[in-house]
C-alpha cells in the first residue's frame, strides 16, 4: 500500500450484503482472486465488473459487507480493481477481511454525503484525508496493528515478514 | 472492576488491564472451519509453516455441501481429509455428523469464558453457552494455524433485556425476529451483545443458541448469555475442559441498554431481502409461499422439530416442505421419539444433517418468481441460489403451518 488513492467512483447504498457482493453458490468452488474478481457484486449490480477500472474507489452507506464471513466478497472487489472503499460503516467481519485482504476500509459518514458517483477522488492514507470535488474530509487514522498489515499488503504477507 | 464480560475475557488472554477499544494479539482457545479448510489450507501452506502450531485448537466439521453435490466439492472435501492427517488434526468431523456450530456445541467445545473463532458469520451461537465466539475470514484461520494468535479489537457491548412470560406460540426465533427488526441489521455492528432478563433466565441452552446465533444478524461480534446453572447442566460429561464462568461487573459499563418485554412480541417474519426487515405476522398473512425449510444452524434442533411435528400431526402438506436435522445426535432422537414419522407421514422431506438449501450451495434451490418461507437466519437476494425468488424467515411452528396451508398463516387465528 503507497500512501495515496486516486480514482474514480462506484457508489452505492446502505446494508450491501455479501451474498450480492459474492453469491453464495460460488462460496465453495475453488477459486483464484482473478476469477473470484468476475462474480463482484454480481447480485447488486451485473454491469459492474464491466464498468470498473483498476484504481477505482466503491463508497458505500452503512454498513457496508454485512452477512457471511466469506473472504471473497473482499478480495473479489479488490481484485476487481478497487484499491480502498470508503463507507458509512462497515459490517466487522467485512471490515477485518478488508484489512487483511490489504484494501483499506475507510469510515468517513460526511465524504460518503459529500461524494457523487463518477466524482474524482483523492484517499490520503498518512494524513487521514479524503479530498473531493465538494472539499476536503477527514477521517481518524488506523491503529498501529492495522497499519502495519496494510503496509505488508495483507495479514499473510504481515505474518510471512513476521514469523 | 467495571468490566464488562468481553473486557474480562481479553484481559485474562492478553495478561493486560484492557478496556473497549484496545487493540490486542491474543490465542484462541478453539478456531472451528468447516468446507471452506480446503481454501484455508492453501492460503496456510502458502505462509511458509509446515506444521499447525496448536493442532489440538483446530476444529473441522464438513457441512455446508454434504455429501459431495458435484465434483469440485467432493475435491474440497478430500483435501480437507488430506490435510487433516497430514497435520494430525484429532477434532474432525465427516459429512456424517450434522452443522458445525450444532457439533461443536454439542461436542463440548463451547465452554464459559473461551474464546473461540470460526471461518463462519454464526460462530456467535456459542455465546449462548457463555463463550466469547465471533466469525472471522479465511486468513485469518490460516494465521491462527500458523501462529497461534490473531488482532483483535476489544468491542464495546450493549446489553439485550428481556423480560416477561413467553406467550403461547411466540419462540426465541420470533424474539430474535423482532430484535433485529428493531434495532436494525447494524444495531450492534462491531460491539459484543450480552442477553440478560428473566425470559432468557429461564430459557434452555438450545433455546438460547437462536438468540445468540441471531446476534451474528444485528452485526454483532458475539452474544453472549452468562452462564447459569442450565449452562452447567448442559456441560456436565459434555466439556472438554475445565472452565471459568466469566460475568460482567455489576458497575460495568455498556454502550447501550435496549430492553423488551415477550408479552408485546407476536409472531415474527423477515420479509424479503433483509432480516431487520420486520413484519408481524398479520401484515403477511396469506404470502402464498412454493417451499417451507425447516432446520439450519438457527432452528433445527430437537425443540424445533418438534414444535414442526406437533403443528403437522395428521395433516398433508401442500407446498414442498424440507426438514433438516442439525445433527445426527437431532436426528436419532428426532426418530426415536416419532417426530421423523410425523414429518414424513405429512409429506415432508427429511434431508441430512448439514446447511442444506440455507446458502443456495446445495438442495432445494428454487426458480424465479417462487417464495421460501424458512427458519433460516438470512433472506439476502440470492442467498437461496436463485437472485429472482423470495425468502421470508419464521420460526419453525409458523414455517410448519404454512407449509400445511401452502401460505403465511397466524397460529394464533388457528387454535
Known sequence: ?163 | MRKTFVEKVFSNKSGKDVRAGAIVSVEPDYVMSHDNAAAISGTFKKIGVSRIKYPERVVIILDHEVPAPKESSAINHKEIRNFVKEQNIQNFFDINHGICHQIFTEQGFAMPGKLIVGSDSHTTTYGALGALSAGIGRSEVAAIWATGELWFSVPETIKIVINGIMPKYITPKDIALYIIGKIGSDGADYKAVEFSGDTINRMTVPERMVLSNMAAEMGAKCGYTPPDHNTFDYLRGRAKSEYESLYSDEDAVFSNIFKFNVEDVSPSVAKPHTVDNLASIKDVEGTKIDQALIGTCTNGRLEDLRAAAEVMEGKKVKVRTLIIPASRTVYKEAIKSGIIETLVDSGAIILNPGCGPCLGAHQGVMAPGEVTFSTANRNFKGRMGCRDAEIYLGSPVTVALAALTGEITDPRRES
Open chain 1, 1 to 163: 500500500m503507497n500512501g495515496k488513492f486516486e480514482g474514480k467512483v462506484w457508489k452505492y447504498g446502505d446494508n450491501i450484503n455479501t451474498d450480492v457482493i459474492f453469491p453464495g453458490k460460488y462460496t465453495y468452488q475453488k477459486m483464484e482472486p482473478e476469477e473470484m474478481a468476475k462474480h463482484a457484486l454480481e447480485d447488486l449490480d451485473p454491469e459492474f465488473v464491466s464498468k470498473v477500472s483498476e484504481g477505482d474507489i466503491l463508497v458505500a452507506g452503512k454498513n457496508f459487507g454485512m452477512g457471511s464471513s466469506r473472504e471473497q466478497a473482499a478480495i473479489a472487489i479488490k481484485y476487481a480493481g478497487i484499491n480502498v472503499i470508503i463507507a458509512r460503516s462497515f459490517s466487522r467481519i467485512y471490515f477485518r477481511n478488508a484489512i487483511n485482504a490489504g484494501m483499506p476500509a475507510i469510515i468517513a459518514p460526511d465524504a460518503v454525503d459529500a461524494i457523487k458517483e463518477g466524482d474524482k477522488v483523492i484517499v490520503d492514507m498518512e494524513n487521514g484525508k479524503i479530498i473531493t470535488p465538494k472539499g476536503e474530509f477527514t477521517f481518524p487514522s488506523y491503529p498501529a496493528t492495522v497499519m502495519n498489515i496494510l503496509k505488508k499488503g495483507g495479514l499473510i504477507n504481515f505474518i510471512k515478514a513476521n514469523i
